[in-house]
């Protein structure tokens, strides 16, 4: 059978699921004829890049969206005057050789969909997730990180790692093109054209935008891997995991919105349960920094409240409560309770027997003039301080924290006590005059601008 068009293939869908439908006798079928409820110019899109995008568009046809009859101008309208019109688009329309390329049916459109344009249908959720430490990351990243501040990397490193996961700021040029650099940019945090916060495609890839891709690990474990911040592989090494991967073909992914429900639909949870996702006096949150009593990923261990580049608009205890609820879904109170007393007495040993001395070493180190402040990774004590809190002190934290003895110990605190002794014994020979400051002469690549962007607003 040989389709005619795209518009038709989705009505063959919705007369196969009223069929089918009628079979599993449920209550009336919503007949919804796409045609009708489709103005000329929405059907423009679905035909023409059907023809030039045809995976792009069965995607959408997949979607919940499709379903509901939202179709790609409702996400992709611009309004004149806004500041992301892809103005170069018009031109697309005078194509006679493509279904629709006829400027009667012109409107103008954005290539951004941002966070702004999702809210409004998804108020909630977009307002949840513009409070995140997911949307105001690059603020965390410009306030703090010494790679950035220092410049001690290119823009093009900055732009094929950092900016992959945190996102940058989206630029445009005059004629509505995207500036050079800033453009596929798709981290949780990037900066939009109208102002919004990060991109909901980090989760919920288009054009499908499904929940259930959400709901599942590999969402997050994109970018929550590696060295230093190996939430996916502490998962696949919890008890959680393993239940996962091994009974992940009973879980039911596509329950409705809110109704994923521990037990139910199934019995070890993923990120997005402990993290996301509502059970019985939890409500979903799009705000990842709510169930959090730790602020894990600091050099020093703080309350979420006290972390001073983002301070979260939480008091720990009530978050604690909330995440300790979702446990006790499927765990009696003292598994949790027990659970929370161990990570508690791991991040005091953390911070005060290898961090903090390992601050003072490196603030005398500074305060004697054995090493130069004026730039961090130059050196190599900077450097071995650096990855004692940043990765191994990370992994020993964050693998109790999330169920994995592995990353507690043998990538944790294993790996902090080898750091840590041979960071004393080479800051003492520096102290003695028994050794130099082993600075790197030609540190590579260090180009990368050191003024935060412009665009980027926030108060010190
Ligand atoms: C007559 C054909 C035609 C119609 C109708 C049409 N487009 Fe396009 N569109 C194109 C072409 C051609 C491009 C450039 C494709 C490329 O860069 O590969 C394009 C580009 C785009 C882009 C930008 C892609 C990018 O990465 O820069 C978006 C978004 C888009 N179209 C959405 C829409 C929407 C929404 C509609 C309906 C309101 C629509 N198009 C109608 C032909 C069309
Ligand atoms: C639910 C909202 C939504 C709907 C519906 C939607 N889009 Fe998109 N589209 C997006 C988002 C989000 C992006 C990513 C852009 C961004 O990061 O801001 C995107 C990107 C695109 C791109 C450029 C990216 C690429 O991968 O080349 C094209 C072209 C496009 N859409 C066309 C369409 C067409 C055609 C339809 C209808 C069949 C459609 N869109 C329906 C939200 C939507
Ligand atoms: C014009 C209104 C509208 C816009 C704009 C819109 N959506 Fe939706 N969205 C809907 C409707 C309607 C549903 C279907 C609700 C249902 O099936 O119960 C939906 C459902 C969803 C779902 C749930 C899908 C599932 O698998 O259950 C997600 C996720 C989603 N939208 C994300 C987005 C994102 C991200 C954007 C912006 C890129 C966006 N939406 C833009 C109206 C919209
Ligand atoms: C693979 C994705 C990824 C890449 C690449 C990446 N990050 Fe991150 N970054 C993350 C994640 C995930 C976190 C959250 C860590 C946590 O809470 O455990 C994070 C946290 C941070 C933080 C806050 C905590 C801290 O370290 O002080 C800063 C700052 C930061 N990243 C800067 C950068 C910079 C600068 C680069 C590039 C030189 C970079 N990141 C590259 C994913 C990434
Ligand atoms: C960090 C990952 C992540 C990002 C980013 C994300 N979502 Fe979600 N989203 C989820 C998860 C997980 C669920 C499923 C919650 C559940 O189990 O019901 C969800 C569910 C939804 C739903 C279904 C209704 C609901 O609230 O449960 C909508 C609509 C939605 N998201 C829209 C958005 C919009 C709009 C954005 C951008 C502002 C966005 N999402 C960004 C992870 C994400
Ligand atoms: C596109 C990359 C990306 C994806 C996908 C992503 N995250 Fe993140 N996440 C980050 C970055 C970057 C940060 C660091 C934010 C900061 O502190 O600057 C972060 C931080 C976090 C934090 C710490 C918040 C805090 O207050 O310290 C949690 C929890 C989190 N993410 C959970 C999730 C979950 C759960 C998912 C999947 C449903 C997910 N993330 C998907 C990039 C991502
Ligand atoms: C069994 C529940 C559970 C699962 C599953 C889970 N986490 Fe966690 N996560 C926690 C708890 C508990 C903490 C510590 C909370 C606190 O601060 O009290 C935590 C901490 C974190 C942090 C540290 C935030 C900070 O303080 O910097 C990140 C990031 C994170 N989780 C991401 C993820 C990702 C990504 C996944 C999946 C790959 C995941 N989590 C799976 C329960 C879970
Ligand atoms: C959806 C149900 C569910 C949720 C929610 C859940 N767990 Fe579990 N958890 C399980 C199951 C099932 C096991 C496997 C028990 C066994 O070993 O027989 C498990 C195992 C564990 C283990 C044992 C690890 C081991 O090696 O024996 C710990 C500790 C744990 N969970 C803590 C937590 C904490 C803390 C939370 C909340 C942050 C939580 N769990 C949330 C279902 C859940």
Redesign the pocket.
């Known amino acids: 059978m040989k389709l005619k068009s795209i518009s038709a293939f989705i009505i063959l869908i919705f007369i196969f699921g009223i069929a089918y439908a009628g079979i599993a006798n449920y209550s009336k079928p919503k007949v919804m004829t796409v045609e009708r409820a489709m103005p000329e110019e929405a059907k423009a899109c679905i035909e023409c890049h059907g023809e030039l995008n045809p995976g792009l568009v069965a995607d959408w046809a997949m979607s919940r969206h499709a379903h509901a009859g939202i179709t790609c101008y409702d996400c992709h309208r611009a309004e004149p005057g806004d500041s992301d019109i892809n103005t170069a688009h018009k031109k697309e329309y005078n194509n006679k050789d493509l279904p629709y390329g006829d400027s009667k049916y012109y409107v103008p459109i954005s290539t951004i969909v941002s ?1 702004k344009d ?2 409004r ?2 108020a ?3 307002e ?3 409070k995140s430490k ?2 105001n990351t690059l603020e965390v990243i410009w306030k703090i990180d010494p790679w950035l501040n220092d410049g001690m990397n290119s823009e093009l490193e900055r732009e094929a790692g950092c900016f992959y996961c945190h996102g940058s700021v989206v630029e445009m040029e005059k004629d509505g093109s995207f500036k050079e650099g800033s453009w596929p940019n798709v981290g ?1 945090g990037r900066l939009n054209p109208d102002g919004s916060l ?7 890839t288009r054009h499908r ?1 499904s ?1 259930a891709e ?2 599942k690990p590999e ?2 474990g994109q970018c929550h891997l590696g060295p230093d911040h190996p939430q996916i592989e502490i998962y696949n090494e919890s008890k959680h995991g393993d239940i996962y991967h091994t009974f992940k073909d009973e879980y039911n992914f596509d ?6 429900t521990p037990g139910v639909d199934y019995r070890g949870p993923t ?3 402990c ?4 059970v019985k006096g939890v409500n ?1 949150s ?1 705000d ?1 920094t709510e169930r959090l009593s730790w602020e894990l990923q600091a050099p020093l261990t703080v309350r979420p409240e006290n972390f001073t580049a983002f301070p979260a608009d939480t008091n720990w205890e009530e978050e604690r409560s909330k995440m300790a609820l979702v446990c006790q879904q499927c765990h009696s109170k003292s598994w949790t309770d027990d659970h929370y007393r161990k990570t508690d007495n791991v991040i005091k040993e953390y911070n005060e027997v290898y961090y903090k001395p390992a601050k003072e070493m490196l603030d005398k180190l500074y305060a004697e003039g054995k090493l130069d402040k004026s730039k961090f990774f130059d050196e190599v004590l900077e450097v071995e301080f650096y990855e004692l809190w940043h990765h191994e002190g990370r992994r020993a934290r964050m693998g109790t924290a999330m169920m994995a003895p592995d990353y507690a110990w043998w990538h944790g605190f294993y790996e902090c006590k080898n750091r840590f002794n041979h960071f004393m014994h080479e800051a003492e020979l520096l102290l003695e005059g028994k050794t130099d400051s082993k600075k790197a002469k030609n540190y590579p690549n260090a180009t990368g601008s050191t003024e935060k962007p412009e665009l980027l607003k926030y108060k010190k």
Do not use: I, L, N
């Not at 993290?275 to 509502?278: A, D, Q, T, V």
């Open positions: 966070p999702c809210s249908c998804h909630q959720e977009a949840e997730y513009a997911h949307a949780v990060g991109s909901c495609t980090s989760c919920h935008f929940v959400a709901r969402a997050c329950a409705a919105p809110g109704t994923w990120c997005a349960s993290h996301m996702s509502g979903t799009h990842v």
